[in-house]
């Protein structure tokens, strides 16, 4: 569409809705709209909470690998290999798949 037909588009729009409504009411689209919607004003956010936290849990790390302490008995090292430790998903899968339907099942025939 040409400019020229978006300008004529919308000023048939603000009529045929002055026509239907009171001329001082004024809508969504001419608020002042200097604030983001979905955001909270003046607070934290769910996502701002998350990465104070995460960074904590870094900061955290980083200080006991740089010290050589350990946390509930748990070293730097340990840690680094719990995370890089390898999963099967798809057995664990497989596994969770079969305790479902066994429970079902065990539920189906001990309701008859």
């Known amino acids: 569409m040409r400019i020229e037909d978006v300008n004529a588009r919308?000023?048939?729009?603000?009529?045929?809705r002055q026509s239907f409504d009171n001329p001082n009411r004024t809508?969504?689209?001419e608020y002042d709209t200097n604030h983001t919607k979905g955001e909270a004003e003046d607070s934290f956010s769910f996502c701002k909470v998350r990465l104070l936290i995460a960074v904590f849990i870094f900061a955290a790390y980083v200080l006991c690998d740089q010290t050589n302490t350990s946390f509930y008995q748990y070293s730097t090292q340990e840690v680094a290999d719990k995370i890089a430790q390898?999963?099967?998903y798809t057995k664990i899968q497989e596994?969770?798949?079969q305790v479902f339907h066994q429970t079902m099942d065990?539920?189906?025939f001990?309701?008859?």
């Open 27 to 29: 809508y969504e689209f």
């Open 95 to 97: 596994e969770v798949v």
């Open 110 to 112: 001990s309701n008859q």
């Open 10 to 16: 919308k000023a048939y729009i603000q009529s045929v």
């Open 106 to 108: 065990t539920e189906y």
């Open 86 to 88: 390898n999963y099967d």
